[in-house]
């Protein structure tokens, strides 16, 4: 059997992955003997790329754009997470070629607001989602499973805000109430909201600014981004501005990794500055 543990990530392109880098970064820090690739996988071939690397003896892989829900069907296994939101990052592959699916999207959410504000808590909340394509799924559904009370879903697209209330409402039946909204409608809810959390690529480098007047908000509440390049978006500059807490989004990045690099390296691997800069600078 083979000595080097390997792993790696699949997507199409796949270059741009910051992946690499964060379990490069692990593996040389706990002394792991392992590699962690790169695989590009063209649409055509995506049934045929997956088994190929069962063959080449891979531990396990994340999955990043287009994928994350075509590996469902090719995975036998699925953790509840990931058969609730439809979706997968993570995949391991036990000794006998099969694939179990998980989704640590919203494991690494909650991870990162914990590290950055341990006293806050979504329980009972009201939550204010800008977006709702993938990175809000994985969000939403981590909200729910801590017991937020209210998710407010702003989208561009009000009907994908619609369809994913409705879609979560029906998979969760839980106590969650959850709104969709259209973008106009943003300023008139931000007086009721615990939290806002952006999950656009809007205020991105090279993407258009998030327009958005925060003075609306309660002292209290918190803002988080997903966009991490630049690191300190301008919400989170206007959020720090009006005294407000807030988190930047490189955290969510550098925690989903974590449950995958458990797994198949056997550590559970600490997030700390260096990855962070590293991982930035990338
Ligand atoms: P991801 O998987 O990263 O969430 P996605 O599924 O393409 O990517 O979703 C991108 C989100 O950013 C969507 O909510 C999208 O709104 P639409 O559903 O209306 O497309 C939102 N978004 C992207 N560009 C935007 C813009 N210029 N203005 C407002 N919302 C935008």
């Known amino acids: ?26 593996l040389k820090k706990y002394n792991i003997m392992g590699e962690y690739l790169r695989y590009d996988i063209a649409p055509d071939e995506f049934q045929y790329g997956v088994s190929r690397l069962v063959n080449l003896g891979l531990r396990g892989f994340n999955v990043t754009i287009p994928y994350k829900e075509k590996i469902m069907d090719l995975c036998r296994t699925h953790s509840p997470i990931a058969l609730k939101i439809g979706a997968a990052n993570t995949v391991t592959i036990n000794d006998q070629g099969m694939l179990h699916a998980d989704s640590t999207d919203g494991f690494g959410y909650m991870s990162n607001i914990s590290a950055h504000l341990p006293h806050f808590s979504f329980m009972g909340k009201t939550v204010l989602i800008l977006g709702a394509g993938g990175a809000a799924r994985a969000i939403i559904g981590a909200l729910i499973e801590s017991n937020t009370a209210k998710i407010m879903i702003a989208n561009r697209t009000m009907a994908r805000a619609q369809a994913m209330a409705c879609e979560f409402s029906e998979r969760y039946m839980s106590e969650t109430n959850l709104v969709p909204l259209a973008w106009f409608e943003i300023h008139d809810i931000l007086g009721q909201c615990d939290a806002v959390i ?30 991490y390049a630049p690191l300190e978006t301008d919400i989170l500059k206007q959020a720090k501005t009006l005294g407000l807490q807030s988190v930047t989004g490189i955290g969510m990045l550098l925690h989903q990794a974590r449950p995958g690099f458990e797994r198949w390296f056997g550590v559970d691997p600490e997030v700390d500055n260096d990855l962070e800069r590293i991982v930035l600078s990338s």
């Open 1 to 26: 059997m083979d000595k080097i543990i390997k792993a790696g990530v699949i997507g199409h392109p796949i270059a741009h992955s910051k992946s690499p880098f964060i379990h490069k970064y692990w």
């Open 198 to 227: 952006n999950t656009t690529s809007l205020g991105m480098s090279g993407q258009p600014p998030l327009e958005i007047d925060l003075k609306l908000l309660d002292c209290h509440a918190i803002v988080s981004d997903i966009v």
